[in-house]
C-alpha cells in the first residue's frame, strides 16, 4: 500500500486542522492506521491509532481529547482532526500502516509511512 499524507500548515494556537492519509493499492480496513509525529532531534511519537474494522482508538495522552482518528472507506482515507493546537504539536506528521490487530503504538509495528506533512502552530 501506498500512503498520502497532506493537510499540514501553519495555524495559530488554539486553532484546528484536518490531516488526510490517502491509501492506494489496498484498502485502509486492511490496516491498522496510525498518525505519529517527528520533531528535529527527537524520535517519531506514536499520536493515535485505529483499528482496521475502526472499533479501536488508541491516543497518546498529550493529543487525548483534541486529536480524533478517523477513516473514510469511500475516499479509502484515514484522517485526523487536530482541534485546539499548541506551539508542541508543531512537527511533522507522518501517517502509517500496520497489521491489523491490536492498535500499537511503535513505529516498529508499521510497515508502510507517508512521506510527512508538516504542521507548525504559532503563538
Known amino acids: 500500500v501506498q500512503l498520502q499524507a497532506s493537510g499540514g500548515g501553519l495555524v495559530e494556537a488554539g486553532g484546528s486542522l484536518r490531516l488526510s492519509c490517502v491509501a492506494s493499492g489496498r484498502t485502509v480496513s486492511t490496516y491498522n492506521m496510525g498518525w505519529f509525529r517527528q520533531t528535529p532531534g527527537k524520535e517519531r511519537e506514536f499520536i493515535a491509532g485505529l483499528s482496521g474494522n475502526a472499533y479501536v482508538t488508541r491516543y497518546a495522552p498529550s493529543v487525548t481529547g483534541r486529536f480524533t482518528i478517523s477513516r473514510d472507506n469511500a475516499e479509502n482515507t484515514a484522517i485526523l482532526r487536530m482541534n485546539n493546537l499548541q506551539r508542541a504539536d508543531t512537527a511533522v506528521y507522518y501517517c502509517?500502516?500496520?497489521?491489523?490487530?491490536?492498535?500499537?503504538?511503535?513505529?516498529?509495528?508499521?510497515?508502510?509511512w507517508g512521506q510527512g506533512t508538516q504542521v507548525t502552530v504559532s503563538s
Open positions: 502509517a500502516a500496520g497489521r491489523n490487530g491490536i492498535v500499537r503504538s511503535r513505529v516498529s509495528d508499521y510497515d508502510y
